[in-house]
């Protein structure tokens, strides 16, 4: 089955500055990749996503690239805020089939 | 929000005992997942269903049944808990055809002691 690595488990950065987390993935059938924001006792809710014919994708301050030669994928935070701080977690999935995800990282952005 | 509920919310449950969680949706949709989180773990896949009567292992299944009667309900059963299967159970959906993300339930806490 797929294996999805996630790094860093935690990250700190000051408000403003930017925050990457990148995971790696092994099938390379694998053509769906959905990043999930999860806030203390809620839900993982997705924030953003991307497909494997897409390179790159941004929505306002969050952006997701996909290498698939490299078969990994990261997700970018610019100018982060305190509400930023969550614990993320990135996902493989083949079309219509299981979503692997990887084991999380927790953010913290310092005011 | 996609319509998903599980129940119950929270569940305390001793040793040796049968636990079934329930997940229930109005999405209509074909694919549905049960999850455990853990610390350090992230989200494993235990049982999934694509359809009615169609289920599948996850990567975590040892100590778990699922059944699926109906299209909206998805029911995970712990024949006999045990202290590790202390968790947080999350059940999702997804819509198979479209490849679209899945929608999370709220989380079941279950302590078993």
């Known amino acids: 089955g797929e294996n999805v690595e996630q790094h860093p488990s935690t990250l700190s950065v000051q408000e403003g500055d930017s925050a990457v987390i990148k995971c790696t993935y092994s099938?390379?059938?694998?053509?769906?990749f959905p990043w999930y924001k999860q806030e203390l006792g809620k839900r993982p809710q997705l924030i953003i996503d991307i497909r494997s014919n897409v390179g790159e994708k941004k929505d306002q301050r969050i952006a997701v690239t996909l290498n698939k030669t490299a078969k990994h994928f990261s997700l970018h935070i610019t100018e982060t805020q305190p509400e930023d701080s969550a614990v993320y977690f990135c996902?493989?999935?083949?079309?219509?089939?299981?979503?692997?995800f990887g084991t999380g990282t927790s953010l913290t952005v310092i005011p | 929000d996609a319509g998903i509920t599980q129940s119950p919310r929270h569940k305390v449950t001793e040793t040796g005992t049968p636990v079934t969680l329930r997940c229930h949706q109005t999405e209509n949709h074909r694919y549905m997942y049960w999850y455990r989180q853990d610390p350090g773990h992230g989200l494993r896949l235990i049982h999934y269903s694509y359809g009615v009567k169609d289920t599948d292992k996850g990567e975590v299944s040892d100590g778990y049944s699922v059944s699926r009667s109906k299209t909206e309900d998805f029911l995970l059963t712990l024949e006999s808990a045990t202290s590790s299967q202390t968790s947080v159970y999350f059940c999702?959906?997804?819509?198979?055809?479209?490849?679209?993300?899945?929608?999370f339930g709220q989380g079941t806490r279950l302590t078993v002691v």
């Open positions: 099938d390379s059938a694998s053509n769906y």
């Open positions: 999702a959906i997804g819509q198979a055809t479209s490849g679209t993300e899945a929608f």
């Open positions: 996902a493989a999935s083949i079309t219509g089939n299981q979503f692997y």
